[in-house]
């Protein structure tokens, strides 16, 4: 019995830690009128653009009509932001479901 109770607290334990581990999934509906997708610039380009940053990247998509990253930080904190597609500017960062940064004058 003892046995069956140790395995249970140990896979409990990984799941709970790999449920911590996740990025947060908290964009709401961010809006970056990027205008025709002919005008945007690479996904590459926004990778190197996030690496700059000093971020670890886990996942870089389109959503919507923004560039949207996963990424950690420096420090291991999980993160989503959201990036114009023509100018590369950083425009929203999301922690633990938490906004955290909006450029000066951003509404979408």
């Known amino acids: 019995m ?9 896979v409990a334990a990984v799941l709970a830690t790999m449920m911590l581990a996740q990025p947060a999934y908290a964009d709401g509906d961010i809006k970056c009128d990027a205008g025709p ?10 990778k190197k ?3 700059m940053e000093g971020w ?3 996942k870089t998509q389109v959503e919507g009509d923004c560039y949207e990253v996963y990424a950690r930080t420096e420090s291991g904190q999980a993160i ?11 425009l929203v960062v ?12 951003f509404k979408g």
């Open 56 to 58: 670890e990247l886990l």
């Open 80 to 90: 989503e932001a959201f990036f114009h597609p023509v100018t590369l500017k950083k």
């Open 37 to 46: 997708t002919k005008d945007w610039k690479s996904i590459k380009k926004l």
């Open 2 to 10: 003892r046995k069956i109770s140790r395995k249970y607290t140990a």
């Open 49 to 51: 653009k996030a690496w």
């Open 94 to 105: 999301f922690r633990r479901g938490t906004e955290i940064y909006r450029a000066p004058g």
